[in-house]
Nanobody, 121 residues
Framework: QVQLVESGGGLVQAGGSLRLSCTAS??????MGWFRQTPGNEREFVAA????????NYADSVKGRFTISRDFAANTVYLQMNGLKPEDAGVYYC????????????????WGQGTQVTVSS
């Protein structure tokens, strides 16, 4: 049974940075993604990375500002978020899919509990 635990959320001013972490227990073989959700909205794709650490892709809204990376030794995926904007706020979830998972939430089978990101303007 895979369990995912996110951390690193918090309150930051616009233009600031945060680094989110997602540590997996159990076998986390597959593509790892980050999604975010705000009240009343669907969970939306932010970024994903392949099992090998390659094949990263990003939502257009975060390209050039966010970076996803993977540390195999620590069984952890990171999301470095720079240049944060108020519209980046929300609950951020990490998720584990299979190697073909792309940007749809239904493609990911395992989810963390989420970590809140708040960006003040």
């Amino acid at each position: 049974q895979v369990q995912l635990v996110e951390s690193g959320g918090g309150l930051v001013q616009a233009g600031g940075s945060l680094r989110l972490s997602c540590t997996a227990s159990g076998s986390a073989f597959g593509r790892m993604g980050w999604f975010r959700q705000t009240p009343g909205n669907e969970r939306e794709f932010v970024a994903a990375i392949g099992w090998s650490g390659g094949g990263a892709n990003y939502a257009d809204s975060v390209k050039g500002r966010f970076t996803i990376s993977r540390d195999f030794a620590a069984n952890t995926v990171y999301l470095q978020m720079n240049g944060l904007k108020p519209e980046d706020a929300g609950v951020y979830y990490c998720a584990l899919g299979d190697q073909a998972s792309s940007y749809w939430p239904f493609e990911y089978k395992h989810w963390g509990q989420g970590t809140q990101v708040t960006v003040s303007s």
